[in-house]
């Protein structure tokens, strides 16, 4: 089975900019959850999509919002960049159901400038 | 409060030595746990998966739960230097579509 799937794998931005990041989840999985990674804070999560519908989200601005389609498929857009956006965002996909756990893809490393 | 706490270490063995890495959690509803390995400017990559209270082991990892002291732990015997990663740990409650929690992850360096 192929793992998940990130995309671009590196991006770099200017402040104000705004930035789409995609996740392709494994095959047949249907939940998709967005975690920042910095050194400081660890994994903060974002969010979560589960056919289509956000199903959890972490406490983040308006400005962080993503979207999943009906083959699974997430993306994640940041709106009016800021410097402390530069990260390595993650894309965990799971089934969704009780015991099933996530795995996570290689992560965007987003530089804000 | 944070809902999962991990000492950040760095931790540093050397190779061969038993490794004990912990999380402690303030959620008694917590019932799945898990240990992922983040090798660096790498997505973590699931290492163990442990239900409730008790011991797994797989290999040289040996994970543990001790739900009444809502503690857990990951043991890592005769450790090699491709151990040196962040070890996250994560949680979650019972209940399908409930959120994980991660550990801010501790850093492993297994010295040859």
């Known amino acids: 089975k192929a793992g998940v799937t990130q995309t671009p794998r590196y991006l770099i931005k200017t402040r104000g900019q705004q930035v789409t990041l995609s996740c392709s989840p494994i095959?047949?999985?249907?939940?998709v959850s967005w975690y920042q990674q910095t050194p400081g804070q660890g994994l903060q999560f974002l969010f979560e999509?589960?056919?289509?519908?956000?199903?959890n989200k972490g406490n983040f601005p308006g400005r962080f919002s993503g979207r999943q389609f009906s083959n699974s498929r997430s993306e994640m857009n940041v709106s009016t960049l800021e410097l402390g956006d530069s990260a390595l965002y993650l894309c965990?996909?799971?089934?969704?159901?009780?015991?099933?756990?996530?795995?996570f893809g290689p992560g965007t490393r987003l530089t804000v400038l | 409060q944070k809902e999962v706490e991990q000492d950040p270490g760095p931790l540093s063995v050397p190779e061969g030595a038993i490794v004990s890495l912990n999380c402690t959690y303030s959620?008694?509803?917590?019932?799945?746990f898990m240990w992922y390995r983040q090798y660096s400017r790498k997505g973590p990559e699931l290492l163990m998966y442990?239900?409730?209270?008790g011991n797994k082991e797989d290999g040289r990892f040996t994970a543990q739960v001790d739900k009444s002291s809502k503690y857990i732990s990951l043991f890592i015997r005769d450790s090699q230097p491709s151990d040196s990663a962040t070890y996250l740990c994560?949680?979650?409650?019972?209940?399908?579509?409930?959120?994980?929690?991660f550990g801010t992850g501790t850093s492993l360096t297994v010295i040859p």
């Open positions: 994560a949680m979650r409650e019972g209940n399908t579509g409930n959120q994980f929690y």
């Open positions: 965990a996909s799971s089934s969704g159901l009780l015991a099933d756990t996530q795995y």
């Open positions: 095959s047949g999985h249907r939940s």
């Open positions: 442990t239900y409730s209270s």
């Open positions: 959620n008694s509803a917590f019932q799945y």
């Open positions: 999509y589960f056919s289509e519908t956000q199903r």
